[in-house]
């Protein structure tokens, strides 16, 4: 294979880890705000009440 050949699969490579890398980062920081916000939005009473 010639050398830009394996270049550009370099390239993409790295592109596909660096998107792979947001998203799980993404992901990650959506689940903490929601486990942040959801016990938020329940009313306590409510369910002491209960």
């Known amino acids: 294979m010639p050398k830009s050949v394996l270049n550009a699969l370099r390239e993409v ?3 596909s880890i660096h998107m792979l890398f947001t998203v799980f980062l ?3 920081l959506i689940t903490v705000l929601l486990a942040l916000l ?4 329940l009313p ?3 369910h002491q009440k209960v």
């Open 44 to 46: 306590k009473e409510e």
């Open 13 to 15: 490579l790295s592109i």
């Open 38 to 41: 959801l016990p938020n939005h």
């Open 26 to 28: 993404i992901l990650a």
